[in-house]
């Protein structure tokens, strides 16, 4: 099953399109950038885990990736 695109992931990838990078690329940086948790992440999400549930620790991630994607928004946008 694939992952649901979020609009502002579709305006990330047009972005770096506009930057010349084809499609496959722009996705490659977006996984980098915005999906891939360091390690001292995924601990902090697993510590926020055991103290407020499973239900709480998805918003917690959700919250962690939209940050990602406004800041890189930002870093891209003329």
Request: zero cysteines; hydrophobic letters at 40%; glycine letters at 2%.
């Amino acid at each position: 099953m694939a992952r649901k695109i979020a609009d502002a992931d579709k305006e990330i990838i047009k972005l770096l399109q506009n930057q010349g990078l084809i499609r496959q690329e722009a996705e490659a940086v977006l996984k980098r950038e915005v999906y891939q948790l360091r390690p001292d992440e995924i601990a902090m999400v697993k510590n926020y885990a055991t103290h407020f549930g499973i239900a709480n620790q998805d918003k917690y991630i959700q919250e962690i990736l939209e940050l990602r994607r406004e800041l890189l928004l930002t870093r891209l946008e003329p």
